[in-house]
């Protein structure tokens, strides 16, 4: 089993930063992907950013040159600059990994952190 424990989200004003952090923890093979998703009241999941093994990124086109992902052994960072108050969300971790050399990989979702973007 794997766990993520999230952290970094708050309140800030427009035009303010913040950066998350999630830790992943458990019986971990290898990783695949890991990144952030959010999801707004009354909407879906979408996708914000992820990172792959080999520091591959893919951004979602609202927070390219915003938005910086990172990552670091089973750790992944989403640093978040020039926060806009369509921003406001609450951001789950994500993690493609690896139990054994032969699975195809499991996801993994952390519970999620609130970041809130006043005007």
């Known amino acids: 089993q794997v766990q993520l424990v999230e952290s970094g989200g708050g309140l800030v004003q427009a035009g303010g930063s913040l950066r998350l952090s999630c830790a992943a923890s458990?019986?971990?093979?290898?990783?695949?992907?890991m990144g952030w998703y959010r999801q707004a009241p009354g909407t879906q999941r979408e996708l914000v950013a992820l990172?792959?093994?080999?520091?591959r990124t893919n951004y979602a086109d609202s927070v390219k040159g915003r938005f910086a992902i990172s990552s670091a052994g089973k750790m992944v960072y989403l640093q978040m600059n020039n926060l806009k108050p369509g921003d406001t969300a609450v951001f789950y971790c994500?993690?493609?990994?690896?139990?054994?050399?032969?699975?195809?990989?499991?996801?993994?979702w952390g519970q999620g952190t609130q970041v809130t973007v006043s005007s």
């Open positions: 994500y993690v493609k990994a690896h139990m054994t050399w032969s699975d195809s990989g499991y996801d993994y």
């Open positions: 990172i792959t093994s080999s520091g």
């Open positions: 458990g019986s971990i093979f290898s990783i695949n992907t």
